[in-house]
């Protein structure tokens, strides 16, 4: 436990919960999909379904969609900042069975055309956990730098992958590897040590049979 624990994030809004856990789930949603949201259908569970006018979920999740960080202060007007930004969005009320009380299912289209569906809580203190990526069971965090790796499910794809890190001089601190089927779509999320650059991205990008490569850096710019 550190001070960050105790005390909780420097942040806009009332809850850690409700404004700045859903912030955080907003933009890695936007970091995930790569690319500037132009539809978002927002669906709210538990605690976030009852609250979210109230607490500012629906400002948080909009404003971190936009790119902002727990302590922007332009979180309070980001409902007409995504109108302006042609971002167009809906709430509604989702049923997620035994799922955390602040839970969030984001689809979300690109401007590329992309599409994600990203399956989030906010835990407390402003911590979250995705818990899934178009339907693939996920598990992490964004607490530390980490890889997110869409790709054909095929023998020798975690070995490619782990070569181009240790051709960078990356260390795996934790590896979690899901996929729907025997051949079919998979993901990998690799939580690093160290911080990826574009060339690493790239390098990843080009390998045969990866779909997409999203770098989540856990130091909020």
Do not use: C
Not at 15 to 40: C, D, E, N, Q, Y
Not at 67 to 79: A, C, P, Q
């Amino acid at each position: 436990m550190d001070l960050f624990d105790i005390i909780g994030p420097v942040m806009v809004g009332p809850s850690s919960s409700h404004t700045a856990g859903a912030a955080r789930i907003g933009k890695i949603t936007r970091m995930l999909l790569g690319s500037r949201p132009v539809s978002a259908r927002i669906g709210l569970y538990g605690s976030f379904q009852k609250t979210y006018l109230g607490h500012g979920t629906d400002k948080a999740l909009i404003g971190g969609l936009l790119g902002m960080n727990v302590d922007d202060s332009r979180l309070r007007d980001s409902l007409r900042l995504a109108a302006e930004a042609k971002l167009e969005y809906s709430f509604y009320n989702a049923d997620v069975r035994g799922a955390h009380p602040n839970t969030v299912i984001l689809d979300v289209d690109g401007d590329d055309g992309r599409h994600i569906q990203v399956q989030a809580s906010s835990v407390g203190g402003g911590e979250i956990v995705v818990n899934a990526i178009d339907g693939l069971e996920a598990g992490f965090s964004g607490h530390e730098n980490t890889l997110v790796i869409t790709h054909h499910d095929t023998p020798g794809m975690i070995a490619s992958i782990s070569g181009e890190l240790a051709a960078a001089n990356l260390n795996i601190a934790t590896m979690r590897v899901f996929r729907r089927s025997v051949g079919g779509d998979a993901m990998i999320a690799l939580e690093l040590d160290g911080s990826a650059d574009t060339e690493l991205i790239a390098r990843l990008s080009a390998l045969q049979g990866v779909y997409h490569v999203a770098y989540l850096a856990a130091k909020e710019e």
